[in-house]
T-cell receptor, first 113, second 111 residues
């Protein structure tokens, strides 16, 4: 079946602009995660959705970042007033309600000029 | 605090064994994971080990866990050029689904 998909694959924007990144999880996966990977670094947890529970937003770096998820489907990560330090690959993952396997999408490479 | 550390680079000869090491900090993690990232590709779950296990073997992969020292290792037997990638160690602090990743170990396999 289809894996996790993310759009766009690449996004170049100017400092101060708004961006919206989309993630389509694997059908039936109740959990969805967003991570950020800066160049040459490991993944940094941003936010986690599990069913209808309140999301775990503990990794969001500032109030310029927010994310939503509609039910158990699509999620969008939005960044307002983008800064150069926001440049990174943003990865989405989904899983069943079990921590053994998170399946990652290909990521969105965000470049803020 | 939450921190996962790995060496950044490992070079091995084709056919030799590779051992990638990782240390983690949260003893409440219920699972420890190894992910592989190839150039231009997404992260692929390689294997994972439950925290009450010492060892797990899966074909050419052997995971060793020393819970006392909070040390995890991944051994790849008969390393091939296709194994060249970045390998990430990860833990799930508190047993929750959020993963904390190390910075990754770049494995280079040369003839």
């Amino acid at each position: 079946g289809a894996g996790v998909s993310q759009t766009p694959s690449n996004k170049v924007t100017e400092k101060g602009k708004y961006v919206e990144l989309r993630c389509d999880p694997i059908s039936g996966h109740t959990a969805l995660y967003w991570y950020r990977q800066r160049l040459g670094q490991g993944l940094e947890f941003l936010i986690y959705f599990q069913g209808n529970s309140a999301p775990d937003k503990s990794g969001l770096p500032s109030d310029r970042f927010s994310a939503e998820r509609t039910g158990e489907s699509v999620s969008t990560l939005t960044i307002q007033r983008t800064q150069q330090e926001d440049s990174a690959v943003y990865l989405c993952a989904s899983s069943l309600d079990h921590p053994t396997a998170q399946y990652f999408g290909p990521g969105t490479r965000l470049t803020v000029l | 605090g939450e921190d996962v550390e790995q060496s950044l680079f490992l070079s091995v000869r084709e056919g030799d064994s590779s051992v990638i090491n990782c240390t983690y900090t949260d003893s409440s993690s219920t699972y420890l994971y190894w992910y592989k990232q190839e150039p231009g590709a997404g992260l692929q779950l390689l294997t994972y080990i439950f925290s009450n296990m010492d060892m797990k073997q899966d074909q050419r992969l052997t995971v060793l866990l020393n819970k006392k020292d909070k040390h995890l290792s991944l051994r790849i037997a008969d390393t091939q050029t296709g194994d060249s990638a970045i390998y990430f160690c990860a833990e799930n602090p508190g047993g929750y689904n959020k993963l904390i990743f190390g910075a990754g170990t770049r494995l280079a396999v040369h003839p």
